[in-house]
């Protein structure tokens, strides 16, 4: 099937193409186009006006500023999965993009567009989530920051005002013994997770847990952040009973129903096991970095 008719605009700078998104009420951005593409293709979106963003060069890049990791909204998928500097200072966050899709995907999709598209079991929202990065968002009157925690409204809906654009994303950088655990649970590779969870784990020297946080996707119309619910696990030694404990609250937060697909009970045993491993998995690599 082909799009319905549009315009299609091209601009070269940032403040071109929200001049664009002003003067037009029936625009979409392009992006990577993985999935506006399709969803064009089905008419499922019928804009009057595409603005395409991959001239904006500006918005590829990775910078390294003290305590943070910032990147551009058209950063590539294959680059977060690659690039040196991603994964020395955002570990969880290259191995989330070098999971996504396959690799004809990866080398298109971006950051930005994963995130405006909000799948609620896409992984970088999880990771953005989990980590409650900054998304940098520019209208015409300026730039506004959203925590991650409060930019997804709904499953494929943010924030983001129809006048505006995401231009970065700030991570918080790792610090020295913080270890990470992601699983992603799908039917065949490259599909999108039926379940995922993301974890970070700090032990103090004592080997009881200082910080922690975990995050699941595909289990409600959002990424969860369990962030609210953990103060009672940190403090522990990082048992089995400790994961199993935790992997209790990870399945009680299971929103959705059951589908024509999946059970929610299903959803539930997922959450619970995929927690527990992504748990472990945390543990085992603060060590490593520790130890390293
Ligand atoms: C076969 C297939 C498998 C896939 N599997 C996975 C998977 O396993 N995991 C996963 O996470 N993803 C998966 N994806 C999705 C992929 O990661 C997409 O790249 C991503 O969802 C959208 O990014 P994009 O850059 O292609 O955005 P586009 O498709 O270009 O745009 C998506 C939406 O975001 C908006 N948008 C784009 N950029 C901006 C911006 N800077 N500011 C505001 N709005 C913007 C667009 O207007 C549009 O509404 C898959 C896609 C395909 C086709």
Redesign the pocket.
Known sequence: MKPALFAYHRPQTVAAALALLAEFDDA????????????LNLRV?RPAHVID?NDLLE?DFVRRQPGLLEIG??TR?HRLATDAEVAAACPILAAAAA????YA??Q??????????A?P?????LIATLLNAEIV?AGRTGTRMVRAREFFVSSLVTS?QPE????AVRFPAFRPSQGWGLEIF?QRH????IVSVAATVTCAPTGKVAELDVALGGIGATPLSLHARLAPFRGRVPDADWSAELGSVAASAVALEDDARIPAAYRRELAMTLTQRALMAAVERGEERNNG
Do not use: N
């Open positions: 979409k951005l392009l992006a990577g186009g993985q999935s506006l593409g399709p969803m979106a963003l918005l909204s058209l998928h999971s996504i899709g396959h995907i990866r298109r999709g971006t950051l930005g567009g994963s995130l405006a598209h799948d079991a896409a992984q970088l929202p968002v983001v505006e654009m995401i231009v799908s490259g599909d999108f997770a």
